[in-house]
């Protein structure tokens, strides 16, 4: 079987796209392998220094809009979801806590609370892959 180079396109968007089940902090590589998919479905319309101009402008467009959507779904508030402190929570640091059964960076949204581990919290927001986060008692007292 020959290597043309929509099958050279296939083989490596298909291992980009496969990078994000192995890393999944790989977004970027996954956004580069849907547009490796996209230039193998044209690629046998034009030349391969077009193929490749096309999917680093793909490339990119994707890169800068998947990260403006994250972005902007990063910043929005949460509505009160529980998570339970893996570790202590010290005024103005962070701690660990255990949120849709992941371990994830939290601090407390009131920057003078100790919370202990094993501690019932409230997510109230988050800041990049930080969880802010409140205390049961204090919400409902």
């Known amino acids: 079987m020959a290597l043309t180079p929509t099958i050279i396109w296939l083989i490596v968007g298909t291992v980009l796209c496969l990078v994000e089940v192995v890393v999944p902090t790989a977004f970027v590589a996954c956004v580069l392998g849907i547009s490796a998919l996209v230039v193998a479905a044209v690629a046998h319309l034009m030349p391969l220094g077009l193929q490749v101009v096309l999917w680093m402008v793909l490339s990119l ?9 994250v972005q902007h779904r990063a910043a929005r508030k949460f509505d009160a979801t529980e998570a339970e402190t893996l ?46 986060v409140m205390p049961q008692h204090l919400l409902h007292s």
């Open 61 to 69: 467009s994707l890169v800068f809009y998947s990260r403006r959507l």
């Open 87 to 132: 570790t202590e929570i010290l005024p103005g640091q962070s701690g660990r806590v255990r949120y849709e059964g992941n371990s994830w960076a939290a601090r407390c949204e009131d920057d003078e609370v100790t919370i202990a581990p094993n501690q019932k919290v409230y997510v109230v927001a988050r800041q990049g892959t930080t969880l802010i």
